[in-house]
């Protein structure tokens, strides 16, 4: 009788960190890696990589499944479908929000949260909190849940029933600095945005087009030096989530300059969409990709590209939310075609982030492959306390891996494994895309097919962020 040395091993893979990449076989052991090398023993199973990129699985940051939102609206993604998805896409971990209401207490946005994930995911998961209502019961409670595991936060600077005053976001940054956690800001202004709105309300326009027009830029970069300058005031690093463009993205470089710990975030739909796929005159068709910050100009583009190449953003994440467009549930509450400022805001793109970031970004050569797996799962395991048990290709981490396939595609929402009716990415043209994913040593999807389990998945209780401070604006996190 044969006895193997592990439960599973990989062949001839050409694999990929942060900082390295080697040719090696990886053992899997009771799903962790157990041995790198060449020539190691057998695995009760063996896949022979045959010289294919062999990176870690992905680490989603940033996506949105199964949140509280007012009726009619309801997000298509539960935690089944959203994990899912996200595994036919090689992400292998999870963060989406649990969302606290005005009034509720965050141990119970907490709990409610959990009994939504229960038994439902595929792949392992944690949760940051998005604080609404920070009475004083919630900055009482908010101390022992970092404790607990729940090491990250968001906050909003817009929308009327989630947004914080600049007195609000102090308090809770200074809680911040004393637990050491990340505190993550959406920075728009919302006195300008609404100012904006309605005078395009005035003028009836009202097509989703005008959703762009009412958060220009400046909106955005404004926001972006309050929240700054709260940062510095308060002493605790914050990270600034979908950056948008080149005026946001100044601000960023120029606290980087001063000394300032500055971490952030951006995402596909600034650099795939343009404002010209919000639509025009009064096609609602554009309604798909309303989001917030919109998407900017083609040539904003080329800023974001090199931001994620010279370093001045830290993480790619996909703020995955997903609405359905033809849906009384969705874009069209009610099965109206309503105005622009009633629009749920929110693209889906779990399962295209990192297909896109590779074809394009490193396939195209404006990233290295190192720097592709800093973004995608490495720095995201950093920022939110996964490190290093997830994020790399070392012993002792989760064989969370994939192994990439470059065989030309097409990107269809009819091969999409969300509950989504439609991809804003649709029709375009990928290089490569994850043949395989592992999760924990245990194949999950295989090149088109969904292999995982409903509720697999392990809720992930996590540490303190382990980045390094960045203080010049061209210094990469290594």
């Keep these: 009788m044969t006895t193997h040395t592990f439960d599973l091993v990989i062949r001839n893979a050409h694999a990929a960190t942060a900082s390295d990449t080697f040719k090696c076989d990886i053992g899997i052991q009771n799903g962790q890696i157990a041995q790198l090398g060449l020539g190691i023993a057998s695995g009760s199973k063996e896949i022979d990589a045959q010289g294919a990129w062999v990176t870690p699985g992905g680490i989603d940051g940033h996506c949105h499944l199964d949140e509280p939102v007012p009726p009619p609206l309801r997000m298509a993604d539960n935690f089944e479908t959203g994990t899912r998805s996200a595994a036919c896409g090689g992400t292998t971990t999870i963060i989406p929000f649990a969302v606290q209401r005005k009034g509720q207490s965050l141990r119970e946005a907490v709990s409610n949260y959990h009994d939504r994930a229960q038994d439902l995911a595929c792949i392992d998961y944690g949760f940051h909190m998005i604080i609404t209502d920070p009475s004083e019961q919630v900055l009482h409670e908010l101390p022992g849940l970092i404790d607990e595991g729940y090491t990250s936060f968001k906050m909003y600077m817009t929308y009327e029933d989630m947004k914080l005053n600049d007195h609000q976001i102090l308090d809770l940054l200074d809680i911040a600095r004393t637990k050491n956690a990340m505190a993550m800001v959406h920075a728009e202004n919302a006195d300008c945005i609404e100012w904006l709105t309605r005078r395009l309300e005035q003028q009836e326009r009202t097509s ?32 600034i989530v979908h950056v948008s463009g080149k005026e946001a993205m100044d601000q960023i470089r120029w606290a980087r300059n001063q000394g300032i710990t500055i971490y952030a975030e951006t995402c596909p739909q600034y650099l795939f969409l343009t404002e010209q796929d919000l639509g025009c005159d009064d096609h609602y068709e554009g309604a798909r990709c309303v989001c917030s910050p919109p998407p900017r100009d083609k040539n904003n583009q080329q800023f974001v590209w090199q931001g994620l190449s010279d370093g001045l953003f830290t993480i790619f994440s996909s703020d995955h939310a997903p609405f359905s467009y033809d849906s009384p549930e969705g874009k069209k509450p009610g099965g109206k075609q309503v105005p622009f400022r009633r629009i749920p805001n929110g693209i889906p793109g779990l399962e295209t982030r990192l297909a896109l970031l590779f074809s394009y970004g490193v396939l195209d050569g404006r990233l290295s492959i190192n720097r592709f797996v800093e973004l995608t799962s490495t720095n995201p395991a950093k920022a939110y306390g996964l490190h290093p048990k997830k994020g790399t290709i070392a012993i002792g981490a989760d064989a969370d891996l994939v192994i990439w396939s470059e065989d030309p595609q097409t990107i269809q929402n009819i091969n999409l494994h969300h509950a989504v009716d439609y991809t804003p990415y649709e029709g375009i043209g990928l290089r490569a895309a994850p043949g395989l994913t592992l999760s924990r040593g245990q194949i999950v999807y295989d090149h088109g097919t969904f292999k995982g389990a409903v509720g697999q998945g392990r809720f992930l209780r996590r540490t303190a962020p382990t980045l390094q401070p960045i203080h010049s604006p061209g210094s990469e996190n290594r």
């Design 208 to 239: 989703p087009r005008y959703h762009a027009h009412s958060r220009p830029m400046l909106v955005e970069r404004e926001a972006t030096h309050r929240a700054i300058s709260l940062s510095e005031l308060a002493g605790a690093p914050i990270m």
